[in-house]
């Protein structure tokens, strides 16, 4: 039995959906961008702890190595993410979003 | 399989065009690329190619990569100015083209792993060319929203893979419904990681209630962009979408029949009413495009022979209209330097041409026979009657006359209204017969549907 084992499933259930809850909520409720950002990479964590947990408790590498996966992709969206973030700096000075608010209706 | 390959290949010749400097004769070896894309994907029909069980180009995957194939090149010759900038010329390329990529390995996956990667080879590129109007706020401002709608998309659907994995132990689609239909899945975190891949690709394929990114990205995006957006992107989305549901979480087709049945209410009801207001043509087709994403949920939700093929069709006709619409939108937007409805005023006669094709092309989308969305709508209206959705057909029917009255907007606007200039606007030669070939081929598909219904 794994270190990771002694606690039960349900318990890294719980934590990644509380984890993922307040990426959720960051998103919806924060409105500077790099902080967005920051709760974007909480919700994909969580979702890595979710793994890895249901990995052990199965005694299957596969889904370690989706994980990687993820964190490969999430590196290349946050580099991409950041470099629109400097674009729109660059034109706007600042990295509130409320200022982008061209587009609607 | 070999489509795929060569796909990826044309992606990386783009970039190396920058090195060796032969970015003059990028153009023709990327439609000749496809070309032969197409014609090596042709060679897979029937083979039921597998790799690894991680891709299996069954003939849904082979007619889906077709399509898909078809309508790029048909978008590439819309976008020729798009790839005449001289700075960004292979950046742009091979952006577009690894998009090509996770686009056919979103229609072939067999693994949760490459659905997963190819949405996100998919969307990678599409934030950066949302945002290729670098000084354009607008164009800023739609690659931010579609970048972190995304992501949160993404977040969604990879939570729900997770809790698959936990209940099944497993992320290959065939071994996922066998542990469902064995009873070894624990059924109720099965159903919770069904219900949140739900709204991940609810929101990828801009359906009601996750549909309030797709207009600001659109109409913020350039138009060549938003063309490509609203069809290859589309299309994949939906292949992908019917892929999964369609076979493996049929076995569970209680938790979702319902949410679906409402969200297909949603998007026809909302896209259509939404669309009757706009004033920008760009905002009204991104509001019809979402309301075109509720006609293809009818025939996911019907879930049975049918529905293949009428996926297929739908996404085929909606494309080639789609395409045919936004070249027309991207002229007169480029001329006019106005994307509003007013600027079609008295298009008929400044530009005849144009305005015959706008009108066969619109006819189309609103699904109005001899045309190729008449028999889209059919089909679609067919398969989700088979399967009993009578209350959805009639709704769908409404949204569909609400759909007649935009359409029509612009239409009256090109012929009976008048325009303060009488100068014809300049068209590119080959924008002439892209139009010309769009406008034989509704026209064909509406007259013979069955070449392309019958391959599913």
Known sequence: ?105 | MKALVLLSSLGVIALLAEIFSFKKLLYPIVLLGLVTAFVLNVFDWDTNHTFYKMMQYDNYAVAFTGVIIVIAFLWFIMAEGFFKEESNLTDHFALVLFALVGAVMMVSYNNMAMLFLGIEILSIPMYILAGSNKTDVASNESAFKYLIMGAFATGFLLFGIALIYGATGSFDLSEIANAVSSGTAARSIFSVGVLLMLIGMAFKVSAAPFHFWAPDVYQGAPTVITAFMSTIVKTAAFAAFLRLFSTTFMEVHGTWMNVVWVMAALTLLVGNITAVVQTSTKRMLAYSSVAHAGYMLLALLAGNDYSNSAILFYAAAYSIGSIATFCIVHIISNAKKSDGVDSFNGLAKTNPFLAVVMTIALLSLAGIPPTAGFFAKYYIFTSAFVAGNVGLVLIAIIASLIGVYYYFRLIIAMYFKESSSTEALPVESNHKLLLLFIAVLIILMGLFPDWVIKLL
């Open chain 1, 1 to 105: 039995m794994s270190a990771i084992q002694t606690i039960p499933i349900e318990w890294y259930i719980l934590l990644s959906t509380v984890l993922f809850t307040i990426g959720v909520a960051g998103v919806l409720i924060r409105r500077n961008a790099i902080i967005i950002f920051m709760s974007i990479e909480l919700m994909l964590n969580a979702v890595n702890l979710l793994l890895v947990a249901f990995s052990s408790y199965l005694s299957d590498s596969k889904g370690q190595v989706f994980v990687f996966f993820i964190m490969a992709v999430a590196a290349a969206e946050v580099a991409v993410g950041l470099a629109i973030l400097m674009m729109v700096y660059r034109n706007t000075k600042s990295s509130d979003i409320n200022i982008l608010n061209k587009l609607k209706w």
